[in-house]
């Protein structure tokens, strides 16, 4: 296999916040995230999607993840992450207990530019247990009122079906959390399975425009071995290799998907 042009991802440093685009083994930017994992940063706070699965957990397989703020990560009947529950396990790594709604109320605070949002009230524990969460009173009816702290992203990490010169990206399928991930970020970075010019991009699906992106790059693949929508599925063979890999010695299958990728020297 053709080594891959490098991806630039120098942006990220350590201590930053950066969000995992995608949904379960959907749409993952994991050429993005194998970039990362070899870029030297340290001490990361990892944001995903309430449902996350490989994008995650190859990022703390790496050694690179400090928190994680998510509600699942796991692999749909496969169990766990592996490489997360053994450094949460090992207190290496600090799952912040978080639900959904927290973490779309967090997001909307900060792509708004405020200190909190409201948490629609679910019945979940974490509403009331999380430390992201204060109850306050409306100073308007005085009604109860539950509020989310704001959840700034540094660098929003994404991978779509179709970019443009403009930097506009186009889905074939659901774009899940993926704009609110942007509009949150200070910096978004994409890969798609195709770039074209300006003028042909007349695509159905949604779209997140470009005024929210920062880098779209071609890489046919990006989201190798999660699925891209309309372009590939998942190769449940890699992930199960990934899967057995992981737990036999840690690094493992992040060594597996960086051999298939061609980034090993």
């Known amino acids: 296999m053709d080594r891959p042009e490098p991806l630039d991802v120098g942006c990220i440093t350590s201590g930053a916040t950066v969000a995992v685009g995608g949904y379960l083994e959907q749409n993952v930017p994991v050429d993005l995230l194998l970039a990362v994992a070899d870029a030297g940063v340290r001490d990361l706070t990892v944001v995903a ?70 948490v629609l009230e679910t019945g979940s524990d974490s509403v009331h247990e999380s430390p992201r969460v204060r109850s306050v009173r409306s100073p308007f ?36 959390l993926d704009l609110m991930f942007a509009q949150a970020s200070r910096r978004v970075l994409a890969t798609v399975d195709t770039l074209v010019p300006v003028t042909s991009l007349a695509m159905p699906g949604p779209t997140i425009s470009g005024i929210w992106v920062d880098s779209v790059v ?35 299958g992040v060594d597996l998907l960086r051999a298939h990728r061609g980034v090993l020297t």
């Open 218 to 252: 071609a890489r046919p693949g990006g989201a190798w071995p999660t699925a891209s929508h309309g372009t590939h599925p998942e190769d449940k063979a890699a992930v199960e290799d990934y899967l057995r890999l992981e737990k036999e010695t840690a690094g493992a």
């Open 49 to 118: 999607a309430p449902s996350a699965s490989l994008g995650v957990d190859l990022l703390v397989a790496a050694g690179v993840v400090s928190r994680v703020i998510c509600p699942y990560v796991g692999f749909e009947g496969r169990g766990a992450g592996p490489a997360l529950q053994r450094e949460v396990a090992a207190g290496r790594v600090e799952r912040e207990l978080c639900d959904q709604e927290i973490l779309v109320a967090g997001l909307r605070a900060a792509a708004q530019g405020c200190s909190c949002a409201p």
């Open 141 to 176: 009816d005085g009604s109860p009122l539950v509020l989310a702290e704001a959840l700034p992203v540094d660098v929003t990490l994404l991978h779509a079906q179709i970019g443009d010169q403009s930097r506009n990206l186009a889905y074939w399928g659901s774009p899940f």
